[in-house]
């Protein structure tokens, strides 16, 4: 059974940093992409980022500005997002997410159960 | 960006109805679109992908049809589960963008 599993919810400090991760099991994890979505409280879905363990592809959405690091740890099975200095504008819901098709970048099928970030002084 | 404008935004229907919810994108996706059904606490379900090819699993009552950049995704014979909010996405060109959600509630 594919299942993709996030880490638990946190609460943290603006200037914090911070790293929540998304362990895939139950198929390949070096041959799907993961993507990164970002849900603000009573909003709609934003796509963040996509990252290819096969090939280590990485490709960002601009509106993040540099502010977030999207990676894959192939030897574990995991796949991460990083804040350095979080703002109370970073507060949401974060989920990660399966491509469809194996070794492409296309649209998921599988997701996380979300981890929920909250960031307040 | 490629912005997906979906309508409406907010769709009154009762259990047995038949709906349909519109995306258009602003620019050519080639097809490279997804429909995602979500529910309060839930993360995203994937329902359509390719415009119109159904995710295994998912019933037969969901089609999705496409006509150039204006896309529609129909639920025929509404159910009690499918009360939720749906979401169009693109992901033939980055940044993948999705529409800003159409939420099908109980008339």
């Known amino acids: 059974e594919v299942q993709l599993v996030q880490s638990g919810a946190e609460v943290k400090k603006p200037g914090e940093s911070l790293k929540i991760s998304c362990k895939g099991s139950?198929?390949?994890?070096?041959?799907?992409?993961i993507g990164w979505v970002r849900q603000m409280p009573g909003k709609g879905l934003e796509w963040m980022g996509i990252?290819?363990?096969?090939?280590?592809?990485?490709q960002y959405n601009p509106s993040l500005q540099g502010r977030v690091t999207i990676s894959a740890e192939r030897s574990v099975g995991s796949a991460s997002l990083q804040w350095s200095s979080l703002k109370a504008s970073d507060s949401a819901m974060y989920y990660c997410?399966?491509?469809?098709?194996?070794?492409?970048?296309?649209?998921?099928?599988?997701w996380g159960q979300g981890t929920l970030v909250t960031v307040s002084a | 960006d490629i912005q997906m404008t979906q309508s409406p935004s907010t769709l009154s229907a009762s259990v047995g109805d038949r709906v349909t919810i519109t995306c258009r994108a602003s620019?050519?996706?080639?097809?490279?679109l997804a429909w995602y059904q979500q529910t309060p606490g839930e993360a995203p379900k994937l329902l359509i992908y390719?415009?119109?090819r159904l995710e295994t699993g998912v019933p037969s009552r969901f089609s999705g049809s496409a006509s150039g950049t204006e896309f529609s995704l129909t639920i025929s014979g509404l159910q009690p589960d499918d009360f939720a909010t749906y979401y169009c996405q693109q992901y033939n060109t980055y940044p993948w963008t999705f529409g800003q959600g159409t939420k099908v509630e109980i008339k």
């Open positions: 997410a399966r491509s469809l098709v194996r070794g492409s970048a296309t649209a998921f099928d599988f």
């Open positions: 139950g198929y390949s994890f070096v041959s799907y992409c």
């Open positions: 620019q050519s996706v080639n097809n490279w």
């Open positions: 390719l415009a119109s």
């Open positions: 990252v290819c363990p096969i090939d280590s592809f990485i």
